[in-house]
């Protein structure tokens, strides 16, 4: 057994452990961790520093989880699957959700619905078999996106024989693996599996970072060796209403992942799914914090700010109000919201 395995074997599970361990009551936590599994790893308790932080928000469950009356599935995932598992809502691309189980459970996961419970997700080779099958037989897909739950929570061995059919299909370009566990189990990226990803590229991680504070150590050790096996890394970040919802801690959270080789790559708008209602923040939020990152800091350090449109109708970037149109004659603003008129040339 590995190290990863062994510390995923002493994760943090009881709503009892924490109240052991933080001096608080946990008896309001027990149903709600019941309902939504609660896991942290040592790794990532270690950072909280006292309860109602950032990072403590992140994992610990919250009464308000059950308090909120939105869909469980409002992106339509389920009716986007042609087979168990797969979603395909772009024409060239589809996210292949291989694994149902994270090192850590985040209380504004998006896909709470079923993360971490055992009847759900990708698992048995049968599974592995009618998505590899559905994939070779739809020429169209160049790009597929390992999600889950976390597919490197999945072994070596499995991971491989994933990797290695896929690379097999001939019209499949690219693969991506979105992975949380360089922040939350930074054990798992091991030099074992950096030389086994290697062998499959162009393969890109993207991984999800919240706050500055989760650059520890041991992630930026991750991320390093991610980055030295030639993997591109990007982020994606939520919006997370008392966590990164202020645009100084967005700002240092963006340029501390570019200066560990990470290229923040979308801020997302929390979605509409049932027992995340307090983590949301308004839209305005979001523009606000996009009008502070563009021109006040490095372009690489400028992600998309996304809303995931309801019913599965695609990501959509919202960017403050930059350009206004009278005519042939631009009005641009720039980043100290100076107006600049621009003309356009004659075409024709
Ligand atoms: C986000 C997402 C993708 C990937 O979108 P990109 O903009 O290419 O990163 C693909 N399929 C689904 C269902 C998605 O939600
Ligand atoms: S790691 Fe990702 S999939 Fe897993 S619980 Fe967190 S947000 Fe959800």
């Not at 992630?219 to 919006?239: E, H, K």
């Not at 490095?298 to 930059?322: N, R």
Request: aromatic letters at 6%.
């Amino acid at each position: 057994m590995e190290l990863w395995q062994r510390q995923l074997g002493v994760c943090i599970t009881s709503p009892e452990e924490i109240g052991a361990r933080f001096g608080i009551d946990a008896a309001p936590l027990i149903p709600v961790a019941r309902r939504y599994p609660l896991q942290i790893t040592t790794h990532y308790l270690s950072l909280i520093e006292q309860p109602g932080d950032p990072l403590w928000r992140q994992c610990i469950p919250d009464p308000r989880e059950l308090m909120d009356d939105q869909q469980p599935d409002p992106l339509n995932e389920e009716e986007l699957s042609p087979v168990p598992g797969l979603i395909h809502r772009y024409p060239d691309r589809v996210v292949w959700l291989v694994s149902n189980h994270c090192a850590m459970y985040c209380r504004f996961c998006m896909r709470k619905r079923q993360v971490g419970c055992p009847t759900q997700g990708g698992g048995g080779s049968g599974a592995i078999d009618d998505a590899i099958h559905y994939i070779a037989q739809t020429g169209a897909i160049r790009d597929v996106i390992l999600s889950g739950g976390d597919p490197l929570l999945l072994d070596d061995d499995v991971l491989g024989e994933i990797l290695g059919r896929l690379k097999a299909i001939p019209h499949v370009e690219m693969i991506r693996i979105g992975t949380r566990v360089p922040v939350t189990l930074p054990e798992r990226v091991t030099t074992r599996l950096c030389r086994l990803l290697k062998r499959f590229h162009p393969l890109y991680v993207n991984t999800h970072f919240n706050h500055p504070r989760e650059i520890a150590p041991l992630s930026v050790r991750a991320c390093a060796r991610l980055a030295d096996a030639g993997i591109p890394l990007g982020n994606q970040t939520v919006l997370l209403r008392g966590i990164n919802d202020d645009p100084a801690v967005m700002k240092l959270l963006m340029q501390r992942l570019l200066a560990i080789r990470v290229r923040p790559y979308y801020i997302h708008q929390m979605d509409l799914v049932q027992g995340t209602g307090h983590f949301r923040t308004p839209v305005g939020k979001g523009l606000e914090i996009m009008a502070a990152l563009r021109g006040h800091t490095s372009g690489l350090a400028t992600p998309y700010y996304v809303i995931d449109s309801p019913g599965g109708k695609g990501k959509v970037p919202l960017l403050p109000d930059c350009a206004e149109r009278h005519g042939r004659m631009w009005l641009l603003r720039n980043f100290r919201g100076e107006s600049i008129e621009y003309a356009e040339c004659d075409l024709s």
